[in-house]
């Protein structure tokens, strides 16, 4: 056990290595700006023909609301396209971050932890809403817990990072992720993949589309999904973290004339499969109070991915998600969109909350309902140099938070009850946001290109707490968040962006006491180069950035089972690159790195490991989940065979490396992730029509063990978390018509 002692020594080490390598990253950025407008041109003079079939597509995004190339955007952003995500594998946001430079994940059962940049929610506390914010389709989804949802039948998933108040408002600080689904397509079209697993794993998913009539076309798509967990209850015999899922999609576009589309969409998922436990990562220290009766009477186990129990494992999830959108174009120069949302989710959760087979808290059909309804309107143009673009937001939501927990009735003095059924936790809250906002763009020159945006925020907030008005009262805020920036192209093939923005983040209530937590703001200063060279085959982007973090949401657990949300300071500085090369056009590559330097300036919270559970400061100490550095590459081989019944082989191989980082407020070695080193790999036969496939892979290939979240539990004295899933390899065959 360290001491507060250890841990003020430790920061101020960490801090002055930060600050050097802080340096060192700026250095790195102007570096590259000085080398790739210079350097690559004479390469695309020398090495590829102009013209190269194997040039790559541009690829046009809709990150600021309208359709743009992703090297035209001002802001560090980043994609991967349907046909990339089947090749990679991709199908939710716990795979999408190993693609992706800065983006992190963690989860406790369906409840996640996405950070871009170091900025995300930090702990499961319940209240506390996320600080990336997802849209599906351009929906909002409002809580960590819907994040899981299986992402297939995609044409595309955008990732923004930085906080996006003006376009996006509130929650979206550390960024954004859009996913976008495949729409309706004008001819008939429809496909099928059936996937087999270890663990028992097998599924199927499939797609149709066409028209109906003329101007009137459908798409549906669905699966199913089956497979045995990977956590072993080694007393009951019990499996945890398996899928047992299905979904459903149906989409309609209609085109009344040639300048107005509507599309209609609603998708649904269900999941029962056991996703929530804590297993005990090491062995309790503390032998006083409650803690001594786990050191006499429990077992466990500190072996990844294995615990015991003497309660229930259950959970289930469902959620529904429909989506309405007018597209119309008004004239030449000016559209209109309107984009509906409804969003209904429903969560339930009961597990054994200390990990051992000691009966001492068991989580009991805790749920999270939460019901929420969006409109936005966007009117936007351009006229002569000015691009711009106005917009209209409102968003209402119900969510409700019930922390049923049974613990041994002698510790409340009542010992004829053996189990005692405590409310821990009783929070409904109404939430009602509207806004109104403006994104334009000025060309004061054909090279020299201006940009700002103006958003104003309104929400109110109302409480009710364990059945009542709650003392604390209600929320009613005004923001207003500003963005300017410049961009000017250094050459017809490169360009450089800075860019000042603000973000903020929802206060709340916390679950245990009548007490409210401030909103959180971040003010972000970027600096980013997009470059594009040998004839579109080489795509090399950079950014730096610098962060001013205030009154940050810290979530520390407060013994025995709830939570509490303290504010803290923060500063954040990082350098971030990718790279996408096709080689030729049966071989290209995709690179991605990213530095991260973090620290609190002002945090206080409570060492719950400690005697006394001392207040201890933070100032110098790191984020949560911000390794200071990560990188992936992925390379692919096509190799033609062009045979009577084969197409080719395409050869597949995915390498994501992340330093140490830690998992909880204070450093403990025990909640620290060693650096490690994640390998996918693939291999998919074609037949010589393109239209069936056969695909090997291997996730996780060198079976890496990662701490995907950790807390101190002060009942037992010990740690508890979450690992990964151990290596899964698998075989998938497709078909389409």
Not at 712 to 734: C, D, E, K, M
């Amino acid at each position: 056990m360290f001491n507060s002692c250890d841990v003020r020594r430790g920061s101020r080490f960490r801090a002055l290595r930060r600050k050097r390598e802080a340096s060192g990253y700026v250095l790195t950025l102007v570096a590259m700006s000085a080398l790739l407008p210079v350097a690559a041109p004479a390469s695309a003079q020398s090495d590829v023909s102009e013209g190269a079939e194997y040039r790559q597509k541009t690829v046009t995004v809709t990150a600021t609301k309208r359709e743009q190339s992703i090297q035209d955007i001002p802001a560090s952003v980043s994609q991967v396209g349907g046909d990339d995500l089947d090749t990679r594998g991709v199908e939710d946001v716990e795979s999408l971050a190993l693609q992706i430079p800065n983006l992190s994940f963690g989860k406790f059962g369906k409840n996640t932890f996405v950070t871009i940049r170091g900025i995300g929610t930090t702990v499961d506390s319940g209240v506390a809403e996320p600080s990336v914010a997802t849209y599906v389709d351009g929906v909002f989804l409002p809580r960590p817990t819907m994040a899981l949802l299986r992402q297939v039948d995609l044409e595309r998933v955008e990732v923004l990072r930085g906080p996006q108040g003006t376009l996006y408002g509130r929650n979206a600080t550390g960024g954004a992720i859009n996913y976008v689904s495949r729409g309706p397509s004008d001819t008939f079209e429809g496909g099928v993949i059936a996937t087999f697993k270890e663990r028992n794993g097998q599924g199927v998913d499939a797609y149709v589309s066409g028209p109906i009539a003329d101007g009137v076309s459908f798409r549906l798509s669905g699966g199913l999904q089956e497979q045995d967990g990977y956590v072993d209850v080694l007393n009951t015999g019990q499996n945890l973290g398996g899928q047992d899922l299905w979904h459903a999609r149906a989409a309609l576009k209609v085109e009344p004339s040639s300048d107005l589309t509507i599309n209609l969409a609603v998708q649904h998922e269900e999941d029962t499969g056991d996703f929530g436990w804590q297993s005990v990562v090491s062995e309790p220290t503390v032998v006083t109070g409650t803690a001594n009766l786990f050191m006499t009477n429990a077992n466990f186990t500190t072996v990844p991915n294995k615990l015991l129990a003497d309660g229930d494992n259950s959970s289930s999830v469902e959620t529904t998600i429909a989506a309405a959108r007018v597209d119309w174009d008004i004239s030449d120069d000016v559209a209109f969109r309107s984009v509906t949302g409804y969003v209904d989710h429903k969560i339930v959760n009961s597990f054994d909350a200390d990990g051992t087979d000691f009966f001492f808290a068991h989580l009991v059909n805790s749920s999270r309902p939460s019901e929420s309804l969006s409109q936005e309107f966007n009117l936007y143009g351009e006229y002569g140099r000015l691009d711009w673009l106005v917009g209209a937001y409102y968003f209402h939501e119900d969510f409700e938070l019930t922390l049923p927990v049974e613990f041994p009735g002698f510790l409340f003095g009542v010992p004829a009850l053996p189990k005692l059924e405590v409310m821990a936790g009783d929070l409904k809250e109404t939430t009602e946001s509207y806004a109104v906002f403006t994104d334009v763009t000025y060309a004061v020159t054909d090279r020299l290109r201006l940009n700002a945006g103006l958003r104003f925020n309104a929400e109110e907030k109302e409480f009710a707490f364990f059945g009542a008005p709650s003392p604390a009262g209600n929320i009613d805020t005004d923001d207003v968040l500003p963005k300017v920036g410049v961009q000017f192209d250094v050459s017809e093939n490169a360009n450089i962006y800075a860019s000042w923005q603000q973000g903020i983040k929802s206060g709340g209530h916390q679950l245990s006491l009548p007490q409210q937590f401030n909103s959180e703001q971040l003010d972000a200063f970027e600096l980013g180069l997009k470059t594009q060279w040998l004839n579109g085959n080489l795509t090399a982007n950079a950014a730096v950035f610098s962060y001013d973090y205030t009154d940050l949401q810290a979530t520390i657990t407060v013994p025995p089972s709830t939570t509490l949300v303290e504010s803290g300071d923060a500063e954040l500085r990082g350098l971030e690159g990718e790279l996408y090369y096709a080689v030729n056009e049966n071989v290209s590559i995709n690179l991605g790195v990213s530095f991260l330097d973090t620290e609190y300036t002002d945090l206080v919270t409570t060492d719950q490991a400690l005697p006394g559970a001392p207040q201890v400061s933070l100032a110098g100490e790191e984020l949560i989940r911000a390794p200071e550095f990560t990188a992936n590459l992925g390379a692919e081989w096509n190799i033609p065979i062009r045979s009577n019944a084969i197409g080719g082989i395409l050869l597949r191989g995915d390498v994501f490396h992340s330093s140490d980082y830690k998992l909880a407020f204070i450093d403990y070695p025990e909640l620290r992730q060693p650096e490690y080193t994640m390998v996918n790999l693939s291999a998919t036969l074609t037949d010589a029509s393109g239209n069936y496939r056969l695909r090997a892979f291997v996730n996780n290939a060198t079976d890496e063990v990662v701490l995907n979240n950790g807390s101190y539990l002060a009942s037992s004295g010990g740690f508890i978390g979450i690992h990964s899933a151990p290596r899964t390899a698998g075989l998938s065959v497709s078909a389409r018509f």
